[in-house]
T-cell receptor, first 117, second 115 residues
Framework: DVKVTQSSRYLVKRTGEKVFLECVQD?????MFWYRQDPGLGLRLIYF???????EKGDIPEGYSVSREKKERFSLILESASTSQTSMYLC????????????????FGPGTRLTVT | GDSVTQMEGPVTLSEEAFLTINCTYT??????LFWYVQYPGEGLQLLLK???ADDKGSNKGFEATYRKETTSFHLEKGSVQVSDSAVYFC??????????????WGLGTSLAVNP
């Protein structure tokens, strides 16, 4: 069964702390994504990675960085957490069928609800 | 640029009512279209998809037909249950180089089904 896991379901951090959110997938997927989800704003892409050590900025990368040292693991880093980063963070992965150039569905983890006080 | 517009919620229905959640899109080329569902306290999961015009995706009693002439992918279910209460997201991807890894998302439509 397809599995994307996130390190924490709930996290409370203080302003200025460095925060690590970890995501692991067991499907050997090439692509991994980090989103944040806020009421009324839907899902917004923060960063994605299409290979080990490769990353691309999404729509809202400011204040975040990412790391992908192994294919199965994709980490989101908040260098200095702020209250504006209080949100639900969702990790996803997908495979890419290169011959057809079509990306198949994304598989999501359960999410991490981060509160920054 | 590519975009997805879906009807605003919340949508509140009684059990066994008919459901339609509208989704329209703007995209160059021939996108693939998806509906995802997010149950309370969970991540998103794929509900159904369609990859070419006139395809009908279906799952768990839900259906959506890829209509290229109206650029729409409306979600329907003939008889909703309380367990269908969730947030529903419409999304698309296009196979353009550099963009074919990302999904373009609608803002989501919250559905509440009362017994």
């Amino acid at each position: 069964d397809v599995k994307v896991t996130q390190s924490s379901r709930y996290l409370v951090k203080r302003t200025g702390e460095k925060v690590f959110l970890e995501c692991v997938q067991d499907m050997d997927h090439e692509n991994m994504f980090w989103y944040r989800q806020d009421p009324g704003l839907g899902l917004r892409l923060i960063y994605f990675s299409y290979d080990v050590k490769m990353k691309e900025k999404g729509d809202i990368p400011e204040g975040y960085s990412v790391s992908r040292e192994k294919k199965e693991r994709f980490s989101l880093i908040l260098e200095s957490a702020s209250t504006s980063q209080t949100s639900m963070y969702l990790c996803a992965s997908s495979t890419l069928r290169l011959r057809q150039g079509i990306m198949y569905e994304q598989y999501f983890g359960p999410g991490t609800r981060l509160t920054v006080t | 640029g590519d975009s997805v517009t879906q009807m605003e919620g919340p949508v509140t229905l009684s059990e066994e009512a008919f459901l339609t959640i509208n989704c329209t899109y703007t995209a160059t080329g021939y996108p693939s279209l998806f509906w995802y569902v997010q149950y309370p306290g969970e991540g998103l999961q794929l509900l159904l998809k369609a990859t070419k015009a006139d395809d009908k995706g279906s799952n768990k009693g839900f259906e959506a037909t890829y209509r290229k002439e109206t650029t729409s992918f409306h979600l329907e279910k003939g008889s909703v249950q309380v367990s269908d209460s969730a947030v529903y997201f419409c999304a698309l991807t296009t196979p353009r180089a550099g963009n074919n890894r990302k999904l373009i998302w609608g803002l989501g439509t919250s559905l509440a089904v009362n017994p």
